[in-house]
């Protein structure tokens, strides 16, 4: 009897655990609760994807604007470059100018010179010439006529 009633109480506690199972099965709902589940990895993998979608967008932003600051960089370097070109330019045909002005007037005061060069010459030779007539008077005559 003993082992009658023991086999009736392990048969009346594995029903009353398969009793208890089924109605913790239809106060949970297993399905409902699976579909929370997957919405929130939805919105997990789409905020993910939003995420990654914004890094990448900002990655290709960053990349646009250092393109366009290189860019920049490079037309301001080529009008500077220009800018110094065209002023080099300038001063070379300043410094031609000035080169060419002082040339010129170096070979003015070069002919002014030669010019007064050549009238002391001839002052100076006519002066000789007169000395000279001068002295053959005073051999000829023994008197010295100065004129003047």
Do not use: P, W
């Not at 939805?42 to 290709?60: A, L």
């Not at 301001?76 to 070379?92: G, P, Q, T, Y």
């Amino acid at each position: 009897m003993v082992s009658v009633l023991s086999t009736l109480g392990v048969v009346a506690i594995f029903t009353s655990i398969v009793v208890m199972f089924r109605r913790l099965k239809t106060k949970v709902d297993v399905i409902q609760n699976e579909k929370e589940i997957d919405n929130i990895y939805n919105q997990m993998s789409e905020n993910f994807g939003y995420t990654e979608k914004m890094i990448e967008s900002s990655i290709r932003d960053v990349n646009d604007n250092l393109k366009d600051v290189h860019r920049s960089l490079i037309e301001d370097d080529e009008n500077i470059r220009r800018e110094l070109e065209s002023l080099v330019k300038v001063f070379h045909k300043d410094d031609k100018e000035i080169v060419s002005l002082v040339d010129s007037r170096c070979d003015k005061l070069d002919r002014k010179i030669m010019d007064i060069n050549e009238n002391l010459v001839k002052t100076i030779n006519s002066f000789k010439e007169e000395l000279s007539k001068l002295q053959k008077r005073e051999d000829e005559g023994g008197k010295t006529i100065i004129k003047g």
